[in-house]
């Protein structure tokens, strides 16, 4: 049993050269396509911000319908829109102007070119890049190229050769070893594992014989997936060394102390800032305090990884 704390719960961290107020994190394609979005996020009370993924040319993206929702969740096909690298400098001049606590997102077909896009980020002022393995939506993109160990080892390898800020890889949910895909990440030069991303999904509406999304699937999150995401941060916490940031149908402070407690440093917010608003970042810290004064934890590190104790 942890042991009781004066004073006010500590929910900081020093996470990989970059302080965070807290450890809930705006997770990529929410908010994240503008700097006025980005910033909002962060004046609500994210510890920091991930931009929308970002390739290497203008992208539009798949026709509508591109969300759904679902009774407990939500699934999309966006098909990674974005303006290109270049135009999203703008972007990113006005980001590093502010305090704000940026991670570029970035997205490719070929190692070469994440490695490009993640110098583009570091030199816009990016504090770390996170390489987007994982989208199951984009045919040659995320999942296709992120869904075998050897193809993540060339692909991270590739980066952390090429930036000295911390190379964060984002891990696909859909595989059956998922553990592989993040020791690969790790071995190559990752400083972190993000999980996860959404999960391949369908839904048929029977009145007009379609998928209701227009790719026909998307990936589906939100609370559906939250036992998902929980299982493969404690599987990755089983066996790697480098920190794990959890995602997946974060809601609530109770939602997070689960994630922490399987093994994750840090929390992405998706889904939720949509149905609970931006001032979600604030419930969240005020949840999660709330239960480690009553639980007497002082600190996030003495929860993280607990139920891995004997």
């Known amino acids: 049993m942890p042991n009781a704390k004066q004073g006010e719960p500590d929910i900081g961290l020093d996470f990989l050269d970059m302080k965070l107020n807290n450890p809930f994190i705006l997770a990529s394609g929410i908010l994240g396509e503008t700097a006025d979005l980005l910033l909002s996020a962060f004046k609500a009370g994210a510890g920091a911000v991930v931009t929308k993924s970002i390739g290497l040319e203008p ?7 591109t969300i759904y929702s679902t009774p407990d969740g939500m699934m999309n096909a966006m098909g990674l829109p974005n303006p290109g690298i270049e135009d999203f400098k703008r972007e990113m001049d006005v980001l590093r102007k502010t305090d704000a606590v940026v991670i570029g997102s970035v997205f490719a077909s070929k190692p070469n070119g994440f490695s490009i ?9 990016a504090a770390a890049v996170e390489l987007n393995l994982s989208c ?6 995320g999942t296709e190229i992120g869904s075998t160990p050897a193809s993540v080892r060339r692909i991270v390898k590739s980066v952390a050769g090429s ?8 891990l696909t949910p859909n595989t059956s070893d998922i553990c592989s895909l993040g020791l690969a990440a790790q071995e190559a030069g990752a400083k972190a594992v993000v999980a996860i991303n959404t999960v391949k999904a369908m839904r048929i509406d029977p009145l007009i014989k379609r998928p209701v999304l ?5 990936g589906l999150s939100g609370s559906a997936v939250k036992p998902i995401g929980i299982r493969c941060v404690y599987e990755l916490f089983e066996v790697l060394t480098i920190p794990i940031i959890g995602v997946g ?21 998706g889904t939720a800032v949509q149905t609970r608003g931006v001032k979600v970042f604030s419930y969240l810290q005020d949840e999660l305090k709330e239960f480690m ?14 139920v891995h104790e004997p």
């Open 59 to 65: 992208r539009d993206g798949h026709r509508n319908p």
């Open 117 to 125: 896009l993640a110098k583009k980020m570091q030199d816009y002022g």
């Open 136 to 141: 199951p939506h984009a045919r040659g993109y």
């Open 163 to 170: 930036v000295s800020i911390p190379v964060l890889a984002k």
């Open 214 to 218: 227009a790719n026909r699937y998307g």
């Open 249 to 269: 149908g974060i809601a609530t402070g109770l939602d997070a102390v689960e994630y922490i407690m399987a093994g994750a440093t840090a929390l992405q917010i």
């Open 293 to 306: 004064r009553k639980e007497n934890y002082g600190h996030l590190s003495e929860m993280r990884g607990i």
